[in-house]
Each structure stands twice: as structure tokens, then as C-alpha cells.
């Protein structure tokens, strides 16, 4: 029998295995990642597996997919159940400058337990087709039709993931089926894309084209875990790498790391076929998946995370200092503040990893690697798309983050895991 954790653990390394395959220049950023964090490690041999073991940190990964109906949604679900993923957190990131035609939600473990074995975690996104801002009455409903078409995930898939979900784990036999059929899903097709069909969807969204504008879905980037990100950058760069051009999230701290720090390498140019009008195919290219890397660092609270979007808001890149003169400098003002979250053990206080993900650094990830913004119409009013849309499209509760730091939190001072 292979337990949900181990077929978890599984299916992060053969997508892992199958993204290097298509793009190489994965691989070299897993090759780099790995050696950022040896050094660091021989470095920092007291403090750099303060937020996770180096065995974990080694093998951790999250990975992003887009789709684009509802019930996609739900079968996404049902899939990575199978795996003991559930969704956490909700994120519009039509909010965002400029703003994405999609919301989102993460699935990942969500007992600490299970994080600890293997803390895989994908960033799904829903393409937004009823919002008239990005898509007026026609495109919308031609866009809900093509949708409706297509089939990403097979019946068998699907089976064998609710029989994980019900049994805690697979036979051999099954775990490896389910497993092969799984990452098969996420790989890149070779079939022809409709250019025009793609390019009508590219001018309101380079996303929108990449989720609507062809038959199947991908991996849209893999993300490995790094201690020291502006070592990786530099050496990235060193590699003649193109990156984009900042690392996202929050300024590097003198004190401890908290929440998510993120940057890419640009999208690559990969050779597709495109179908024409006259029923010809032609070669051609696309730039839609990139190389992501990612560092992590201690969940904040609410108060905390109000404290965080003020100084990014006033200061992003602690130029004028204020993320040096307002932002506590150790673990213990963060706990004395009540901005952080801890764990308790025999007297001993641990921090709690951040799990999770920022909008904003999400959506600044997606435009660096975008050709161009697409575009919105003004005056015209957004469809209401929320946590409970959200819900309602997967058919179960999306977790709220902040509660399971805080119940991990609580268990551990009550003495319970």
C-alpha cells in the first residue's frame, strides 16, 4: 500500500522529472537552487534549517496550473485529493496592477504532519469567463462553449483518485498507475493551437490565451524551495540567465525571514504548431512557462500581515528604511508583538513555515513574464467571484490559512500535535 503521502511525494517528483524534460532550463535552476542551499548550509550550519530540515527543503516544491470552467475546478479537486491536497486560500488577482482575468486557490496538505513529509502545494487558477471587463458578451460565450468541450482529466484518473482519497493510499499496482496517468495530464500537448482563436484571446490576456485558447492544460511553472534567494538570482544571472527584474515579495530583512520571497527566470520561446484559417499548420512559438524559484519564511498573523502590506505599500524595497526602523528583528519581538506564528514543545518555541502564497507577488511573477498586458474595459462592472464562488466550483471548503497556523499554534501550547 502507498500512503497519500508517498504518492504525494511521487507525483512532486515525476512532474519535477517531466518539467526538466520540456524545459532544460529547469533543470539548471534545480542545479543552482541545490547549491545555493549546500553553501548555505555549510554557512549556516546553526540557523538555515530553522524553517525546515534540509531533506525537506531539498525536495520541496509547488507548482502553478490554470484552468478554466468550474467544473475543471472540481475535477482538479477530486484529483489532488487523491493526493491529500485540499484547497487553501482565496486570491483575486483581477486585483492586481494590471490585472489577471483568473482567481485562485492553493492545494496543499493542510495537517502539519502530512507538510512535514512532503509539503507539495499547486497554485490553480479559474479563468474568470463571465467578467465583462475582460470578456464582452460574445467572447465570453464563445469562450464558455470551447471550454465546455474539452475534457482535461480522464474518468480513470479521476476513479483512482477518489479511491486514494477514501483508502488513505493505492495498491502498488494502482499508486503507480494513478501516479503516470496524473503527471501525463500536465504535460505539454503538440497539437496544433488555433492561432487566431488564440490571438482574439491574447489581446484581452496572454493568461487568458494560455488557459482558453487551446485543448489541454500544463504545468505552468515548478518551483523549487531556496535558503538564500539573492544568491540564486546573482548566480542565475552569472549563468546568462535571463531573470525578471526583481525578486518579489518582501525586501531582503536583517532579521528573520518571514512569509514569501519569489523571482523567475523570463519565459522561454518554445516551438508550437499553429493551425490556420485555411487548414494549414505552421511552426511557430509561444512564451508561457517560466522557471520560478521561491524562499520561505515564517507565517504572519493578521496583525502581521497588516503590518507587512503597509511597509510594502510605503517602502517595497526598504529604500527609505522603513522596513529597518518598523519591522520587528527577531523572532522574539515578532512573538512579543503577536505578529508571527510559533509552535511550543517542551518549552521550546519554533516558528511555523508560511505555506502559502502572496497575490501581489503572484500577479508581479505572471506580468514580468508576459508580453504584453492585454486589455480592460472601463465602466463596465466585474462578475462577483469570491471564496464562496470559489467553494461552489470545488464543492468543499476552502480552508482558511490564517486558522490553520492558528489551530497548529494553539495545539502545540495545549501539548497536542
Not at 153 to 158: G, I, K, Q
Not at 268 to 292: H, K, N, Q, W
Not at 392 to 407: K, N, Q, S, T
Request: hydrophobic letters at 40%; a negative charge; zero cysteines.
Amino acid at each position: 500500500m502507498a500512503e497519500i503521502h508517498e504518492l504525494r511525494s511521487r507525483f512532486a517528483a515525476a512532474l519535477s522529472r517531466m518539467y526538466g524534460r520540456e524545459v532544460p532550463a529547469y533543470t539548471t535552476l534545480v542545479d543552482v537552487t541545490e547549491a545555493v542551499n549546500t553553501d548555505f548550509l555549510a554557512a549556516h550550519p546553526d540557523s538555515a534549517q530553522r524553517l525546515g530540515s534540509i531533506e525537506r527543503v531539498t525536495t520541496e516544491r509547488h507548482g502553478a496550473i490554470r484552468v478554466g470552467t468550474p467544473a475543471e475546478m472540481h475535477a482538479v479537486a477530486v484529483l489532488f485529493a487523491g493526493f491529500g491536497m485540499y484547497p487553501v486560500g482565496f486570491y483575486d488577482l483581477r486585483e492586481a496592477t494590471p490585472p489577471v482575468p483568473v482567481v485562485s486557490t492553493a492545494f496543499r496538505p493542510i495537517d502539519p504532519g502530512e507538510l512535514a513529509r512532503n509539503p507539495f502545494r499547486v497554485f490553480t487558477s479559474m479563468l474568470t469567463t463571465a467578467d465583462r471587463r475582460f470578456f464582452d458578451a460574445d467572447l465570453g460565450r464563445r469562450l464558455e462553449a470551447f471550454l465546455t468541450r474539452r475534457r482535461l482529466f480522464p474518468d480513470v484518473l479521476l476513479s483512482l483518485a477518489r479511491r486514494s482519497a477514501d483508502d488513505g493510499g493505492l495498491d502498488e499496482s494502482a499508486a503507480h498507475r494513478f501516479v503516470s496517468l496524473a503527471t501525463a495530464v500536465f504535460e505539454l500537448s503538440h497539437e496544433p493551437v488555433d492561432l487566431a482563436w488564440y490571438r482574439e484571446l491574447e489581446a484581452v490576456s496572454a493568461v487568458a490565451a494560455d488557459i482558453g485558447g487551446v485543448s489541454s492544460t500544463h504545468i505552468n511553472h515548478l518551483t523549487p524551495r531556496v535558503l538564500d534567494i539573492d544568491e540564486l538570482y546573482a548566480r542565475m544571472s552569472a549563468r546568462g540567465i535571463t531573470m525578471i527584474d526583481r525578486i518579489q515579495g518582501p525586501p531582503r530583512l536583517s532579521g528573520p525571514a518571514v512569509l514569501l520571497r519569489q523571482t523567475s527566470f523570463r519565459a522561454l520561446a518554445e516551438p508550437r504548431t499553429f493551425a490556420l484559417p485555411d487548414g494549414s499548420v505552421v511552426d511557430g512559438e509561444l512564451r508561457v512557462r517560466f522557471g520560478e524559484v521561491e524562499a520561505r519564511g515564517i507565517a504572519l498573523t493578521p496583525a502581521g500581515r497588516a503590518l507587512y502590506d503597509e511597509l510594502t505599500a510605503a517602502d517595497p524595497s526598504n529604500t527609505d528604511g522603513l522596513w529597518d526602523s518598523r519591522f520587528p528583528a527577531s523572532e522574539e519581538l515578532l512573538e512579543r508583538d503577536g505578529l508571527a506564528y510559533f509552535t511550543y514543545h517542551g518549552g521550546v518555541r519554533e516558528p511555523i513555515v508560511y505555506e502559502d502564497f502572496l497575490p501581489a507577488s503572484a500577479a508581479g511573477i505572471f506580468r514580468s513574464n508576459l508580453e504584453a498586458d492585454g486589455a480592460v474595459a472601463d465602466g463596465v462592472a466585474g462578475a462577483v467571484y469570491d471564496a464562496g464562488t470559489l467553494a461552489g466550483a470545488i464543492r468543499r471548503e476552502v480552508h482558511d490559512p490564517y486558522e490553520l497556523y492558528r489551530l497548529q499554534q494553539e495545539r502545540s501550547r495545549e501539548g497536542r500535535s
